[in-house]
């Protein structure tokens, strides 16, 4: 059997964990520079504030006290995602993270009749030990979970945690109440093309051919069939396939024409670009650089270019991909625009493991790459350890217009989980 446990409210209820004044509250956690809702307490909810609300829109809520909004402050949100996982590891035989507030957990070995009073124990221990509200499905494929852990949180008489059977009448009645749109695995496009044929529920999938599906469709879509049926043929894998690119960007915390802030934003998204190609074990050929105004400001003269520069050599060292973004932002900068947004993109990318070699590679040459992959991985330990930005390539400036708006910032609080001994006593 396979469990999905879903933390509720994630980005809310870390801040709460640190802030219980907030409980009861109506609260909202805020997008890059403040932007827009990506996080909502049921409190703000009930209210009618839709998620992706911009901040603006409802800043007159904030003067009345009605509501409160927090900037967003991933480095919490991670540190905490990690303290559920190291829970959910004490009591289960594997965990499978699918997002930073969504896991799947095994329950290999269990019998049915301890299955439920077990994913109760779980419910509640990520509550003591983590302060973290979840919602735990079970079920005998992932596909099955999802929906589990969809009737756990939306169901009340669940009481948060529903196990359910393939060929079970509770999840055919669960099925037919669920539009395809819903589904795991399923979008608004598939969804419609589906109803085409008459499938509109998820027990109309489950009972379709999974031959015809796959003909029609994909074997993708083959999959979920069977997965309805209780046959697990997904594996987390399928969904965590090495990317062909990688692009980090943001918009400016304002709109700035100095060259110097814009050369540092694109230094910070270049090494983040690089922590993530080395996560993936991929090396990349070349990198692009873009930058982009306003295009809502008529009033302001426009330009928006790219660049991409070819590496010598596929790499992942830092270094090298800092040097070609500044090279190539040096070639597309130009004065009198003011610039709202610029990024890095590492493309067409390679297994690191599958490298070909140069003819012309000496033994000093494998010197040097054993002494950068030395140098990359140790900086990126470091700030595994010690928190993202720890070891940086550069001086950042605090106060550089480039930096996001975080008006509402909470603290970042411990990133040990053993200097909180307190949190596995509540």
Wanted: glycine content about 8%; charged content about 25%; proline content about 4%.
């Amino acid at each position: 059997m396979i469990g999905l446990v879903d933390c509720n409210s994630f980005y809310v209820s870390c801040e709460r964990v640190f802030q219980p004044r907030l409980n009861g509250q109506a609260v909202g956690v805020l997008s890059n520079n403040d932007g827009c809702l990506i996080a909502r307490s049921n409190e703000i909810k009930a209210l009618g504030i839709e998620m992706g609300t911009p901040a603006f829109d409802i800043q007159h809520l904030v003067g009345q006290g009605r509501i409160r909004l927090l900037s967003s402050n991933y480095e919490l949100y991670g540190d905490m995602s990690q303290r559920v996982q190291a829970v959910l590891g004490e009591f289960s035989s594997g965990v499978e993270p699918y997002s930073i507030d969504e896991m799947f957990v095994r329950f290999d070995g269990f019998e049915p009749g301890q299955l439920l009073e077990h994913a109760r124990q779980l419910h509640h221990k990520v509550r003591q030990y983590t302060g973290i509200p979840v919602c735990v499905g079970v079920a005998p494929t992932r596909t099955l979970a999802k929906l589990a852990n969809r009737a756990a949180k939306k169901i009340p008489a669940y009481g948060g945690v529903c196990v359910l059977r393939a060929e079970s009448a509770e999840t055919r009645a669960l099925l037919k109440r669920l539009e395809l749109g819903k589904l795991w695995g399923v979008g608004r496009r598939l969804a419609e093309r589906l109803a085409v044929l008459g499938f509109r529920t998820g027990w109309d999938l489950a009972q379709a051919d999974p031959k015809r599906i796959r003909r029609q469709f994909s074997v993708t879509v083959e999959r979920t069939v069977l997965e309805l049926r209780g046959i697990s043929c997904i594996e987390m894998n399928d969904f965590h396939e090495p990317r062909q690119r990688i692009m980090t960007s943001r918009s400016f915390g304002k709109l700035t024409e100095n060259v110097d802030e814009i050369r540092e934003a694109i230094r910070q998204h270049g090494q983040r670009g690089a922590e993530k190609l080395r996560s993936q074990g991929s090396l990349a050929r070349a990198v692009l650089v873009f930058l982009k105004t306003n295009p809502f400001r008529d009033d302001l003269p426009q330009y928006s270019p790219s660049l991409a520069v070819e590496l010598s050599r596929p790499t992942d060292d830092s270094r090298e991909i800092l040097d070609a973004a500044g090279n190539a932002l040096q070639r597309i900068y130009r004065r009198g625009y003011r610039y709202q947004k610029g990024g890095v993109m590492l493309l067409d990318l390679i297994d690191c493991h599958r490298q070909q070699l140069s003819l012309l590679d000496t033994s000093q040459s494998d010197a040097d790459r054993q002494r950068s992959q030395k140098l990359m991985a140790t900086m990126d330990e470091l700030n595994k350890r010690m928190g993202r930005g720890t070891i940086t390539l550069g001086t950042p400036s605090p106060g550089a217009a480039w930096h996001l708006r975080c008006d509402n910032l909470t603290q970042r609080y411990s990133t040990r989980w053993e200097e909180l001994p307190a949190a596995r006593a509540r």
